[in-house]
Structures are given as C-alpha cells and as structure tokens.
C-alpha cells in the first residue's frame, strides 16, 4: 500500500431534487421522496428545472502508460518501446469507442504526476516481459491494484493465452509506487520466447499487427470487466481492411486518348499500406491484363498502381491515381473494368471483386476525309481511296491503259504487254480438205460442194482473158459460167483480190461462190 489516506469515494450520479450534497458511496438516501419533488416541480422556473435535469454521467478516466525502455530488444526485430506504445493506442482506440476518457502517456517519471493531476480513476502500466519465460502476468502493489489486475489479466488470457503466470505483488516499481488510483502494469508476454505456441512465437506475436490487435482487444476487455461494462466489438479488426469512398474517369474515350483517373478507399484494417506492397489490383478475373494498360506508367499489366502517399494509416482515405489508354477499336465498345485492392504476396482485401468498377465506352477514331488531288474523281490511295496516282488525272481505276508502256493507268496493277503482230508472208489457213463453212462434210458426203466453179474450168476463159469481145462482155454472162453477171465477177474479182492483200478474206470469197453456184442459170435467148 502507499500509505496515502484515501477519501471515501463519490458518485458522480446528480443529486434528486431536495438534495443539498453529492451522496457517498454506500450512504442511505437522505433525500425526500419522488412524489415529493413532483410536487415541487410546477412551483419552480425553468432556469432551475434545468439545473435540477440529470446530467450525464462523465467518461471514466483511465491513463495508459506505456514502456519507453528502447534497449530491450525483441527477437525478430523491433524493442519492446515500440510495440507497448502500438498497444496503448489500440487499446486507448477501443475504449473511446465506448465511451472511455483516455490518456496514453509514455514519460516514464511524469506518468504517475500526470495521471494524479489529471484525476485518472485507474492506471495501466503496459509492458512486455524477458528473461526466457513465456506468458502473460500482471504486477500490483495496493488491494485496489489487486482487483484491477484480476480484470485486465483475465481480459488478456480471454483475447490470447501463451500460458497464466497470474498476479504478482510487486513494491519495487516506480508506476505503482507514484499513483494515487488503482494501478497495475501488464506484462503482456515475453517478448524474447522463440518457442512454438501452436505455429507461432510470442515474439513473432508481438510483432505481428494481428497480434497486437488482440493484445488491444484483452487489455481493452479488463478495463471494461473492471467497470462492469460491456465493450463487446466483436472479432479483433482485420490488418487488412477497406470501403470505397469514391472514383473519377471518364465516361467516353476515343481510341488512343490518355486521361488520368483515380479510386478511394478508407482503411479499415490495422496495417498502414505500404508503397512497396500495397497495389490496385484488376479484378473479374482477379490479376487479367486490363486493355487499358500504359507500360510507362503502370506497375505491370494487372497492377495500375501503388497508393499515392505512404502514410495511409487505419482510418485514412487513401488515393490511387493512374494513367487509362484507350485501346484500338473498329466500332464503339464498351468496358467495364473492375478493380480490387491487394496487399501483395498477403491477401486481397476491401469491397468484393465486383463493386469497385469503370464503364468507359471506346469510340473508333475515325480516319481523315479522302484527298483528291488531281480531280479525276478518285481519291489517293494514302488516304483510304483507290487512285494509285493522284497527280496524274488520266491515272485512275478505268482509264484506259495502252500496252507495254510501263505505267498502269488503269491502277489493277499490271502493264499489259502488246498481242504479237501476224506474218505477212504466210497465206491464210486453209480448210482441212472436204470441210465447208458450216463444218459440214465434203460433196460425197452430203454437204455442201467444195468445187465453187473459181477458178475457171480448162477450157473457159477467165474474165478479161483476150478473145472475148466487148459485147459478150456486156452480155451479162461470164464465160464457162451461165447466167454470171460482169457485176459479180468484178465482185469476186475484188473479193480475190483483197483476200490475196489481206490473207483474212477468204471466208467471205468462198461464200460468196457457193451462193452464185446455186442460184439457177436464166434462159438463153435465141
């Protein structure tokens, strides 16, 4: 014990009308009866009825000190100041939650000045143990401290248990020796055992948010049982935890624009996200390659980026800003791109795979108008028309494109060569003989006849042979064929006469011939 006298306790409840001073603890009422002061009510005026309204009841106090001892090292890395004061937020956290007035304060020599100044209803030392032990112990010195150190280690054992070590008495320390409330000091575990305690250490315990969070949670819990109050939150909060707060991208894009974009989140977890490991994530499939990737300025593929600061603790609202591209498309197109939060070779956290997404639509850019530049009415081929030569107007699909000039005019991409000239000196084709014009066969077999009476028979003189006189020449025969008129032997003659120029116009000869045979000979005149 201190040896201080200690003044009987007072409540903080409001005095019922009629009273004239705070009651003490465990007093009998002395106060007039409810049916009394109801009586007394109408009599007085408002200002005090407004004094006489219960007040609330004000926030218990509680003042958490923690270890500032630097030097201790834990096993795994870190000492033993860092984590005590990560404890003594987190639990100060979930107190004000329910309704806790809290101090954390780690002076070692001011604490207990501090919390005596302050009022503090109770005080709560928090440290962790070495020496080669394990397990979770708590130190007291008065009565008052005992009872306060049965509800914070049985607090601790219900959140974690690396083994009960119970309480000790201990008259040695200055934070119990200085105060003036119940105080105790926690030794949440022994922060240099390495030994297994179902797949993990004490130290790695420590070390680990998760674990922590639990420490908070059990020394949160004693605190409440001490008071008799519930201060149920449920599980222990996650390391890695978040809400979507908001976003901002465009709603269309043409092809190849760039715009810059961005997502919110708060952290609800217990881990502050970290540059190196903390990533917006692509999501429906989780880790698919986004169309909208820029290499030079996304992490990779699936990962558009890291948060923009470092310092994104539990409760902050966290941004992600990042380059879009839209990708190439050949007729509008919508996307919808989900998004998720990972903490990279630990877990995915936040809202679920589907919640957090863009729709952007992608419009085609659309391509120059033609050109023109020669007037033909065909557009260059550079600017998506089908003049292979737009400075030329006699260039052009459907121009006319002369042989073997080396130039395609007509843009089919061939210059034809010439057809080969004929041989002058070769007659023409003849006949196979019996063949006819008509394909038929010879005289003997039905057809037409192959002898067409040119040229004359022996005997008979050809037109214009000497002997024959002007008048039979008039006389509208030719010799050796009856009924000839001079008009078509000077056709013939003239048909002969061109076939032999031109070695193509013997087919119409031989027709011709055929026809005169046939036509029936006039009769004499005597």
Known sequence: MSGRHEQPRVSWRSPRPGCRRPMAAGSPRRCGTRAASVRLLPALPLPALLLLWPAPAPAQKVFLNCSDQVGNPVTGGGNE??????????????LVRHGFDIIVDQNFRNSPAHANNWGAENFLSIHSNAGGG??????????????LSSSIQAGMLSSYNFGDRGLK???DLHMLNATNMPACLPEVLFHDCARDHGGTTESAFLRSADGRARIARGLADGVCRHYNRPCEDGPPPPQYAATFVGKEHPAR???????????????????????????????EPR??????????????????????????GTGAVGRFTFLIRAPEVQQSTRFVEHWGLVQEGVTWF???????????????????????EDGDGHAAAASG???????????HPGAADPCADGRDQDCDGVDPPCPPLPDEDAGPAREDAGSTPDGGGSADGGGWPVDVGWPPDAGESAPGDVGSSPAEAGSGE?????GAQAGDEREVACHAAASGRSGQGWPLLVLLAVLLRRRPPPAREH
């Open 134 to 147: 394990h397990g979770v112990e708590t130190l007291y010195k008065s009565e008052r401290g005992r009872v």
């Open 478 to 482: 030719l010799h050796g064929r009856p």
């Open 253 to 283: 894009l043409l092809a190849g624009d760039e715009v810059v974009v961005w997502v919110e989140y708060r952290n609800d977890g217990t881990a502050t996200w970290s540059l190196a490991r903390t990533f917006l994530g692509t999501t």
């Open 169 to 171: 008495l201990r008259n």
């Open 385 to 395: 028309g089908d003049d292979c030569d737009d400075g030329d107007p006699a260039v």
């Open 287 to 312: 880790d698919r390659a986004s169309p909208f990737f820029v290499p030079e300025n996304w992490a990779a593929p699936n990962r558009p980026t890291n948060p923009d600061h470092s310092n994104y």
């Open 81 to 94: 100041a860092q984590y005590a004061l990560d404890n003594a937020n987190r639990t100060r956290d979930i």
């Open 350 to 372: 936040g809202p679920p795979d589907g919640a957090v997404f863009f729709d952007i639509t992608v419009e085609p850019r659309q391509p120059p108008p033609p050109v023109d």
